[in-house]
Structures are given as structure tokens and as C-alpha cells.
Nanobody, 123 residues
Framework: QVQLVESGGGLVQAGGSLRLSCAASGRTIRSYAMGWFRQAPGKEREFVADISWGGGSIDYADSVKGRFTISRDNAKNTVYLQMNSLKPEDTAVYYC????????????????WGQGNQVTVSS
């Protein structure tokens, strides 16, 4: 099975940028479709973006489209989420997820999750 560890979160002012990384170990991520989700206090986990096994198909939540970019480097066994033009409403714990099948926006179906990484955007 694959283990996932997120990094790169932190505190940033509105309008700033952060890049999250999700490093995988145990298995090559070439076999996994990958997703990013986030959860704010008191809210349900929500879809941010996902990417197919080879990176040729990508989907974004409307709330982040045009500001966030998901990418993957299978040689480095890592998935990234570049976040630009951050807004206070982007504040949440961000999680990466993986599964051999592509579940897209359906977080309940993903089999593997990272521990989460806090992103805080101040106004």
C-alpha cells in the first residue's frame, strides 16, 4: 500500500501563494489517481482537484479554478498543488488522497490519505 505525507502549508496573506507537496512511499504513484481535498472547521471535506494516473486528465472545483494547479511527477513519486491568489476562504486542512481507481470528487471512495496540512490565509 502507499503512504502519503503532505508538506508546504502555513500562514500566508490574502493574495499570496503556497505550494503543497504530497510525497508517496511504499508504492509508485504511477498506479494511482490522486486528489486534493480540504476541510475547514465545522465543514465537510470538499474536493479541490484531482489528476489521472499519467496527468492527462485534471479536474478542479469551481472555487479554485484559475487559481490552483495540480500536477504530478511520477519519477519523484510526488503530487503538487500550486495555490495562487489565495483567499481567506481557502483556509483549511488540505489532504492528498490516492486510489488505483479514479474517484474524482468522491472523497468517500479514496483508499489512501495523508495526515493533512494546515493552510491559513489571513485577510
Amino acid at each position: 500500500q502507499v503512504q502519503l505525507v503532505e508538506s508546504g502549508g502555513g500562514l500566508v496573506q490574502a493574495g499570496g501563494s503556497l505550494r503543497l507537496s504530497c510525497a508517496a512511499s511504499g508504492r509508485t504513484i504511477r498506479s494511482y489517481a490522486m486528489g486534493w481535498f480540504r476541510q475547514a472547521p465545522g465543514k465537510e471535506r470538499e474536493f479541490v482537484a484531482d489528476i489521472s494516473w499519467g496527468g492527462g486528465s485534471i479536474d478542479y472545483a469551481d472555487s479554485v479554478k484559475g487559481r490552483f494547479t495540480i500536477s504530478r511527477d511520477n519519477a519523484k513519486n510526488t503530487v503538487y498543488l500550486q495555490m495562487n491568489s489565495l483567499k481567506p476562504e481557502d483556509t483549511a486542512v488540505y489532504y492528498c488522497a490516492a486510489d488505483v481507481r479514479r474517484f474524482g470528487r468522491n472523497h468517500k471512495e479514496y483508499g489512501y490519505w495523508g495526515q493533512g496540512n494546515q493552510v491559513t490565509v489571513s485577510s
